[in-house]
């Protein structure tokens, strides 16, 4: 298997895709559960769809870019976990066919392969949290499209404009998800490494990340969303420490596969011999990388599976180092069969029965379902956290995000942001309110020409339904 893929004849290409389409496909079709992120980046793209703007009239986080593709896809397709999951799938393949090609086009190794792009596909195929349509996936798209704009200056006679494209790419992906701006640390040493004037050509490829949101920034301008572009965007907090959202244990065990891979891809590159210096360049690039890869994933508000799609493309440039090794051919093709049936048994799991054995809990991920029976295709409103009662149901005001939402319902002494949440709901009035933080007492008290139309429901103290 190592020979067959060490060539590039189309015939490569094909077997590579439906050897990932085989891993991917069956269970995509199966309809995997659904998850609570992917229900509110639905729920985004539909708001944006009836007509709202993102910041302005939806309280949520979601970077810009992201949301757009959200919209796209709630107008293209509504609300279709299996177009979600295909999309994400369809990402994932575009982003290894991207990088092999850039490796193979610069001619970064001894000679042109598609390994990197076999065990990308494949070591990303470990966890159905890659098939999820996050703001990181999207975003990671572009980072891979910016790499050949930022390290073929040497090659390319210098040539300037390239640089700035680099930069317009890298915020592009800041708009899709904002620390990747990170990533400008890796524009920076390939700047250092493979530019002549090293001042000039960095302000160049900042000016080319600046200038989107600048461009978009006059958009919020004029479409009175600046401060909340500003304050749920640009400045949103840093988590500067490890949260798991999922059992630590549990992302150890699946991510123990790539993590060997990586330590002998490592090991590999660092024993061989000087190679040309364009190559020698192009690694220390791909060193930077996977620091700065490590430094998004573990600054993140909530750390998973899915946060190490960041790590793949170095992973999968080091991993050519390991197939191409001294070892013998056989060695190397029982490793990658090794890996291969691996993943597969970890992303089939639950078919085969041996989720028991391996005891991977998936349920903090999991969308949980709690919609009340008798409330289905309604307008409604959840005081809380809890996304699965907008399963079957359409939110309205901009309360999407309750995080957000504290901004006005979590400060309720103050006279601007009883007014807000007046404002708001003078706009859209749900019809049925969830209220799971025990607020409508205070909220009937102090707005009651507003919260004074809803009554409780005989079924549920916490539902409340529009007179």
């Given amino acids: 298997m190592i020979s067959y893929f060490r060539s590039i004849l189309p015939s490569r290409l094909i077997l590579l ?24 980046h639905m729920l985004v793209g539909e708001r944006l769809a009836d007509g709202f703007s993102v910041y302005r009239d939806v309280y949520d986080n979601t970077a810009p870019l992201s949301a757009m593709v959200f919209w796209l896809l709630d107008l293209l397709a509504g609300r279709s976990f299996l177009v979600y999951r295909i999309t994400a799938v369809v990402l994932l393949l575009l982003q290894a066919i991207l990088l092999n090609s850039t490796l193979n086009r610069h001619n970064v190794y001894a000679s042109k392969n598609y390994l990197p792009a076999l065990l990308y596909l494949v070591l990303g195929s470990i966890s159905f949290e890659f098939n999820m349509l996050t703001p990181l996936l999207i975003g990671n798209t572009f980072i891979i499209l910016s790499l050949p ?42 700047v250092i490494l493979f530019a002549s ?17 600048v461009v978009l920034m006059t958009y919020y301008f004029y479409n009175g969303a600046l401060s909340e572009f500003l304050e749920m965007h640009l400045f949103r907090p840093w988590q500067l420490q490890v949260d798991f959202l999922r059992p630590p244990s549990d992302v150890a065990k699946l991510m123990a596969i790539p993590a060997i891979i990586a330590i002998l891809s490592f090991m590999s590159a660092s024993s061989l011999p000087q190679r040309l210096v364009f190559q020698v360049k192009f690694q220390q690039v791909m060193w930077v990388w996977m620091v700065v890869s490590l430094l998004v994933i573990f600054t993140r508000d909530e750390i998973t599976v899915a ?84 399963l079957h149901n359409k939110p309205v005001t901009p309360y999407l995000n309750w995080e957000l939402a504290q901004r006005h319902f979590g400060d309720l002494n103050e006279y601007q942001a009883v007014f807000e949440i007046h404002e708001n709901f003078e706009r859209e009035l749900p019809a049925y309110l969830l209220d799971k933080e025990g607020l409508m007492p205070e909220l009937k008290y102090k707005l009651p020409a507003v919260f004074g139309k809803y009554e409780q429901t005989a079924g549920d103290t916490t539902v409340y339904k529009l007179k």
């Fill in 149 to 190: 704009y930022i390290v073929t200056l040497s090659k390319e006679g210098f040539d300037y404009n390239r640089l700035f494209v680099g930069g317009f790419i890298l915020g592009l992906a800041a708009l899709s998800y904002l620390p990747l701006t990170m990533f400008l640390i890796v524009g920076a040493f390939a």
């Fill in 17 to 40: 895709v439906i050897i990932y389409l085989a891993i991917q496909l069956p269970l995509i079709l199966l309809q995997e559960t659904a998850t609570s992120t992917e229900l509110l």
């Fill in 307 to 390: 946060t190490f799609i960041l790590a793949l493309p170095p992973i999968a440039y080091f991993s050519e180092y390991l197939f191409t090794s001294g070892q013998k051919k056989w060695i190397l093709s029982t490793i990658m069969l090794v890996t291969m049936a691996g993943v597969v048994v970890l992303r089939y799991r639950s078919l085969l029965g041996i989720n028991q054995y391996l005891a991977l809990d998936e349920s903090p991920l999991v969308l949980k379902n709690n919609s009340d029976s008798s409330i289905s295709n309604k307008t409604l409103l959840v005081l809380g956290e809890d996304l699965g009662y907008y």
């Fill in 197 to 213: 004037n090293t001042f000039r050509s960095f302000l160049l490829m900042l000016c080319g990340f600046a200038f989107p949101y």
